[in-house]
């Protein structure tokens, strides 16, 4: 008879002890039969019988042996079964305590299944959505995110499952009027054949990270570079997760945090594998109790302030363990390392146990070294900083400090200057331009590219560009402002505007937004409007309804550079008195040094006089339609956009299309829709794969229908000067033909 005890099959301990049993009877059997000779007295020849008695004593002894050796192999099953029993509670409390340490940690923490289902989420994460860890499990991120965010999630994913170790990237979200940026880890789950099957992540927010990034922007290289190294020696995680101590070793290696136990009445201190790995260590080398620790992995201010921390444990004035120590890493680096704890006390409040975790803080205390460095370099650069830049008192003016570019540019020498107001040097030409400044400042924190004009101390008027935000200084508030001289700027602004308003084409520039900065008085008259009345609106508002999506979303991708900057089209305007005009744009983009976008600048010719054929291509065009809906093919046209222009009936009638869907425009959901109704979803998908890829493809396919229809599928770019302006796609059905 065979048990299961904990996933392994022993044999029973009844069978081993009838075997020994049965032998002990066979020996009681032999010396009962030997005592019975020896009593008959005799053998066949009348001879005296003695070998009996020497069997029966060979017989009790090996009864005895045999019940000795019974009571040893009862002992070490005893010993075994005790042994395993501790083993099970002891991993039990492990995966409880791991469980709770996830559940409990501030970083929203999750696992998917490779179908992108959720099948584990701590509390952090699912509290973000207001609901349940229950009500997270089985979910998608289409249910969680709108259709584009979910998509985003779904390829970062498979960029993690492609990946050998972590992907990190950022995000930004929003929780009320609030913004939010976040750090994201991934990493794939493998089972033990290297197969994924679960993509697991948490999340950190760095809101926080970007204004630090400004005190700190000389060490950014120096951090990017250790990022890289500290990003290079995280491995993938490799083993299937199976359990809460499989969830565990992922979830503390993708944080890249380590977790420790310390036995506070044996002293026996544990680290886990990924304590171990953030040492670069072996995990048997390192020190097995808090002594050999403290000697081996800590400075002596480490050593301090463990102290310090042990004994305000002891003493019930604390249950934190919190504690910062520089350590030599094997690589010879000098890392810091951040070491937090929890402490558990028994029934009489005495600690018996830390359970916490180890972090490498070395980039936020490099940050911090640096930063401190930088205050003291600006102090030293800002006196003979060759801009202009002043710090000042808001409500009385008073110059606090100034650097040597504000002296030049007013013609004033620093002991005129620093200590007297502003108001009363007569520096601001209108005061009324500093009164408006220092409210927006007081409402909103900071201003920015403020056009206000400064008087010089030999009566001359400078125009500056003017920015500002509040300084603590000295417990008061202050304006710490920096200014940019454009006063010749300005004139060679004018000059051109002059130029400008008398050429005989149009001239707009027109920002981000697509508002009009300026236009000319040729183009206003184009459309019959004054200049001033164009200044301010969305060129959209002038467009003609047709051309307004396509030009909208040119314009975008002008701003956001993924068109190249400049190009030439054609398009219509709408006139005041409500005709069409027909004008023919070259646009560029204009960018400051950094490359960053300002605004865009076009010259508008009207061709309206050239479009008189236009009535002859509208009947043409219509010809064309009557006869698309007269055949027995389906048709469907895309402009160069990939945009549905043209349609017929037959097209609906054979795919099943609704107008509702066509009318939406997008290729993409037609090709979603026939996945359910073609006999092989995935060779159509593959196909479709490179149909959308390749604007220039041409190809003859036959698709064969779930319902038994065949339908043959052609596909046609549409050229016009070697140019693709657009695509065809023909259907017909093809049933019973060779």
């Known amino acids: 008879m065979i048990h299961e005890t904990n996933g392994v099959h022993a044999e029973s301990p009844w069978r081993r002890h009838g075997i020994a049993i049965a032998i002990a009877m066979v020996g009681i059997a032999v010396s009962l039969g030997a005592m019975h000779l020896a009593s008959e007295g005799r053998g066949a020849a009348g001879e005296p019988i ?93 249910d969680l995110f709108d259709p584009h965010t979910a998509l985003a999630k779904t390829r970062r994913d498979d960029e993690a499952a492609a990946a050998p170790g972590v992907v990190e990237y950022d995000e930004t979200f929003e929780i009320g009027p609030v913004t939010h940026r976040e750090r994201i880890r991934k990493f794939a789950v493998r089972d033990a054949k290297g197969v994924v099957i679960g993509i697991a992540g948490i999340a950190y927010d760095i809101s926080e990270l970007g204004e630090r990034e400004a005190a700190v922007a000389e060490a950014r290289d120096v951090l990017a570079r250790r990022l890289v190294v500290e990003r290079s020696r995280r491995s993938a995680v490799q083993e299937a997760l199976r359990s809460a101590d499989s969830r565990y070793a992922l979830a503390t290696a993708a944080a890249g945090v380590g977790v420790w136990d310390n036995d506070m009445a044996s002293g026996r201190l544990e680290v886990d594998d990924a304590a171990a790995r953030l040492l670069g260590l072996p995990k048997e080398s390192l020190p097995g109790d808090n002594q050999g620790w403290r000697a081996a992995m800590m400075d002596d201010e480490g050593r301090a302030a463990d102290a310090a921390a042990i004994a305000a ?36 409040g005495q600690p018996v146990r830390i359970l916490g975790t180890f972090h490498d803080v070395t980039l936020l205390h490099e940050a911090e070294r640096v930063a401190q460095q930088g205050r003291a370099r600006f102090e030293a650069l800002f006196r003979g900083n060759p801009l202009i830049l002043a710090v000042t008192e808001i409500d009385t003016g008073v110059v606090r400090e100034a650097s040597e570019g504000f002296f030049s ?106 508002r009009f900065l300026s236009v000319n008085e040729a183009f206003a008259r184009m459309l019959g409007y004054r200049p001033e009345d164009l200044v301010g609106r969305a060129f959209a508002e002038v467009t003609h309804p047709d051309d307004r999506a396509s030009n ?24 005041r008195g409500g005709g069409v005009v027909h004008a023919r744009l070259m646009t560029a983009v204009v960018r400051d040094a950094a490359g960053a976008f300002r605004y865009r600048i076009a010259v508008v010719e009207d061709v309206t006089g050239q479009r008189n054929s236009e ?97 043959e599928r052609h596909i046609e770019p549409i050229l016009q000067d070697g140019r693709v302006t657009g695509r065809l796609w023909s259907v017909r059905d093809v049933a019973g033909r060779a």
């Open 552 to 575: 909208i979303a040119r314009a975008r991708s002008q701003v956001d550079g993924t068109t190249p900057g400049s190009y030439q089209l054609e398009k219509r305007y709408v006139h």
């Open 615 to 711: 009535r002859e291509r509208a009947e043409a065009l219509a010809f064309l339609e009557a006869t698309l809906e007269a055949t027995d093919n389906g048709f469907m046209i895309a402009d160069e956009h990939g945009r549905l222009v043209r349609w017929n009936r037959r097209i609906m009638d054979l795919l099943g299309y609704s107008e509702a869907l066509l009318a939406e425009g997008r290729i993409e959901p037609l090709y979603q829709y026939l996945l359910g109704q073609v006999a092989d979803p995935e060779g159509f998908r593959r196909r479709s794969a490179e149909v959308l890829g390749d604007p220039r493809h041409r190809s003859t396919a036959v698709l064969e229908m779930k319902d038994g229809r065949r339908l």
């Open 50 to 142: 003695h070998a009996p008695w020497g069997v029966f004593l060979v017989g009790l002894l090996l009864t005895a042996g045999l019940c000795v050796l019974q009571l040893r192999v009862v002992a070490q099953e005893r010993r075994l079964l005790e042994a395993e029993r501790k083993h099970r509670d002891d991993s039990a409390r492990l995966r409880r305590g791991t469980q709770a340490l996830i559940d409990q940690g501030p970083e929203p923490a999750w696992l998917k299944d490779r179908d992108g289902r959720y099948v584990f989420c701590n509390r952090a994460f699912a509290g973000r959505f207001g609901r349940s860890q229950a009500e997270i499990a089985g979910r998608s991120d289409l």
């Open 409 to 514: 540019v007013l013609g004033y020498a620093r002991e005129d200057i620093v200590g007297r107001s502003t108001r009363d040097l007569g520096i601001w030409v209108d005061p009324q331009e500093r009164a408006a400044l220092v409210g927006e400042l007081k409402a909103a924190g900071r201003v920015h590219d403020h056009e206000v004009r400064l008087r010089t101390r030999n009566g001359g008027v400078r125009v500056v560009s003017w920015s500002s935000r509040i300084l603590e200084l000295d417990g008061a508030r202050a304006m710490l402002s920096a200014a940019v001289d454009i006063t010749e700027r300005r004139d060679a602004e004018e000059r051109l505007r002059v130029i400008v308003d008398s050429a005989p084409l149009g001239i707009i520039t027109v920002d981000g937004e697509g």
């Open 313 to 348: 444990i002891r003493e019930g004035r604390s249950d934190a363990y919190d504690v910062t120590f520089r350590y030599a890493h094997p690589s010879g680096e000098s890392r810091w390392i951040q070491v937090r704890g929890h402490v558990v006390r028994d029934a009489a």
